[in-house]
């Protein structure tokens, strides 16, 4: 059965620390790879997206990630992160040109 | 920004009544998502319409859940009746056409509470 793993339910960071969300899959077939984020108040939202080619990818407010096929891992991470990233985090593989599905979240808090 | 609206944002109702929660997507979009997230979980896709037509819903209840795009533009979930096991947060989202390449944009959502 296609699984999505997000290893972390809640992580607590001061600013600057660097940060790094885990993301595993379970798909044998084409999976392309979306990372969402909902900020408190707001809506669901994309933060960045890989289809192919190089297999780490820049999103939005310093946001990265990387593919890494052989792991079936896509894991987020960001050099310093700002109070202001404060959010909850999914990561939603979309596997064979169906359909997305989505992680548990990771619920991510930065201390000031 | 164009964005998609639901309504209601909030509903509290009692097990077996009926509910209904409506989406207005991005216009334009034609394809509209119906998504259930329960509290402390990712969304589900509960159905998936492009245009009028149900392209997805193998993950609806349909004993009890309904969905419709009459005419292709706006659309509306019930449940009836409704179980307790129904209080969640309904999420609409729609995408310019379906497949990977296109973003789905999300509305704010309807949480349900069933008493």
């Known amino acids: 059965a296609q699984s999505v793993s997000q290893h972390n339910h809640h992580v607590i960071l001061s600013e600057a620390a660097s940060l790094e969300l885990g993301c595993n899959y379970s798909?044998?077939?084409?999976?392309?790879l979306f990372w969402y984020v909902q900020y408190p108040g707001q809506h669901l939202q994309l933060l960045l997206k890989?289809?192919?080619?190089?297999?780490l990818v820049k999103g939005i407010k310093g946001f990265e990630a990387e593919f890494i096929k052989s792991k079936f891992s896509f894991n987020l991470r960001k050099p310093s992160v700002q109070w202001s990233d404060t959010a909850e985090y999914f990561c939603?593989?979309?596997?064979?040109?169906?359909?997305?599905?989505f992680g548990d979240g990771t619920t991510l808090t930065v201390k000031p | 920004e164009a964005e998609v609206a639901q309504s209601p944002r909030y509903k509290i109702t009692e097990k077996s009544q009926a509910v209904a929660f409506w989406c207005d997507p991005i216009?334009?979009?034609?394809?509209l998502y119906w998504y259930r997230q329960i509290l402390g979980q990712g969304p589900e896709l509960l159905v998936q319409?492009?245009?009028?037509?149900?392209?997805?819903d193998s993950q609806l209840p349909k004993d009890r859940f309904s969905a419709e795009r009459l005419k292709g533009v706006d659309s509306t979930l019930k449940i009836q009746p409704a179980e307790l096991g129904d209080s969640a947060m309904y999420l609409c989202?729609?995408?310019?056409?379906?497949?990977?390449?296109?973003?789905?944009?999300f509305g704010p959502g309807t949480r349900l509470t069933v008493l």
């Open positions: 989202a729609s995408s310019f056409r379906a497949g990977v390449l296109n973003e789905q944009f």
């Open positions: 798909y044998g077939g084409t999976v392309n």
């Open positions: 890989y289809f192919s080619g190089d297999p």
């Open positions: 939603a593989p979309f596997v064979n040109a169906g359909k997305s599905t």
């Open positions: 216009s334009g979009h034609a394809t």
């Open positions: 319409f492009q245009d009028e037509s149900v392209v997805d």
